[in-house]
């Protein structure tokens, strides 16, 4: 793998990605849900997000409703089914909450699902114009792993406050932010030996690049493993780790979440912060649950594992401590993140508070103590 310098302000342009497709970001991450209603006010409640827009019965759709939630760069779209004969409806029966859509900011829609559907993506949607006062968008969709879609949304000619269709929703109950600032990546679970399947998919039909690769010689515990790979696109800002569970003694974490979500399917989403320790923080004040501290050793041992002194670190390790807060570095720097429970019943989908000083891993430093971590989780469950 070669980095070229860094071009873009914080992107990184990976050499070896293919430029058909250029992404300009993370545009919306919609969940299909049982009751939206009550998962948007969750969403801003416990984490902070902010009334954006509103499509349901009022706006003349009759089949569905989708609340639309924002925080910084990160666009949280929260659906459910109005009806009992419904894809949305039988996605949720199937999978429960979970990701439905990955959506990507691209200039060309058009071109994107072109490109895509000729290199061999599955179509979800063709292009499809929407217009209102506010301008026209494009939206084209292919399929990715699972029944997991990826939409290509062109919005270059639009001044509306999300889609056409949709109204501004306006509320009188505004929980202040806590931080998050965008995307970071978001992470894929697929089934026994398909893992490169997807890799190559990516390569090939996205003309993204596998940067980083972790098999299950490192990432284990006495009792599961998994492998993962991470693929990026050109610039570096859209990337999307590729697990796949691995044999172990014991049932991994991966294979709970395959069973209960019924196939593959985003396993988590990591979301950007300046300043994890508010964000921690505040998240924790609002009541959302992270998964249970490492041992408490985990903590005297970061210096000698990380080889960076205790002054090195802007925070204060006892205040890391505190929180649970793990911490990884590579030769560029160090990160600090955290896990939260899964944010539903079935033992699926989570998220990941991560704040990176320089480090661009993804925590395989902390694999073992959180993998740890969730065994004694899957324990409590049954389903270890
Ligand atoms: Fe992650």
Do not use: C
Request: proline share 4%; charged share 25%.
């Amino acid at each position: 793998m070669a980095i070229k310098n860094v071009e873009y302000g914080l992107d990184k342009i990976f050499e070896g990605a293919q430029d058909f497709l250029p992404l300009l970001g993370t545009d919306y991450v919609e969940l299909y849900v049982g009751n939206a209603k009550q998962a948007a006010h969750y969403y801003k409640t416990a984490f902070g997000f902010q009334s954006l827009a509103y499509a349901g019965l009022e706006t003349g759709l009759r089949d569905r409703t989708s609340y639309v939630l924002q925080q910084q760069k990160i666009k949280l779209v929260l659906t459910t089914a109005l009806k009992a004969e419904s894809p949305i409806g039988e996605h949720v029966k199937k999978h429960g909450d979970g990701v439905k859509v990955i959506a990507l900011w691209v200039d060309d829609a058009r071109a994107a699902f072109l490109e895509t559907t000729k290199r061999g993506a599955r179509p979800y949607l063709e292009p499809t114009e929407e217009r209102d006062e506010h301008g026209v968008v494009v939206r084209s969709g292919i399929y990715t792993y699972g029944e997991t879609v990826h939409m290509f949304i062109e919005r270059k000619a639009y001044s509306g406050v999300f889609l056409p269709g949709f109204k501004p929703w306006v509320s009188e109950y505004n929980p202040p932010s806590v931080g998050l600032k965008f995307i970071d990546h978001m992470v894929g679970n697929v089934g026994w030996g398909e893992m490169n399947t997807w890799v190559n998919w990516y390569e090939s039909v996205m003309g993204f690049v596998n940067f980083l690769s972790f098999d299950d010689k490192q990432i284990h515990t006495e009792y599961s493993a998994l492998m993962s790979k991470v693929m990026s696109n050109g610039n570096g800002r859209i990337k999307f780790p590729i697990n796949e569970p691995a044999k172990g003694k014991k049932r991994s974490q991966i294979e709970e979440y395959l069973d209960f979500y019924e196939g593959s399917g985003v396993q988590h989403i990591a979301v950007a912060t300046d300043d994890i320790i508010e964000t921690v923080s505040a998240l924790k004040a609002r009541g959302v649950e992270f998964l249970p501290p490492p041992p408490q050793s985990y903590y005297n041992e970061v210096p000698s594992r990380l080889g960076i002194h205790k002054s090195q670190f802007k925070e204060d390790i006892e205040t890391l401590k505190d929180l649970s807060i793990l911490v990884d570095a590579d030769e560029e720097g160090y990160l600090l993140q955290i896990f939260t429970k899964p944010v539903e019943d079935r033992p699926t989908l989570f998220f990941e508070i991560i704040q990176r000083m320089g480090a661009r891993g993804f925590g395989a430093g902390n694999f073992k103590a959180l993998f740890e971590s969730i065994e004694r989780e899957q324990a409590l469950r049954g389903t270890l």
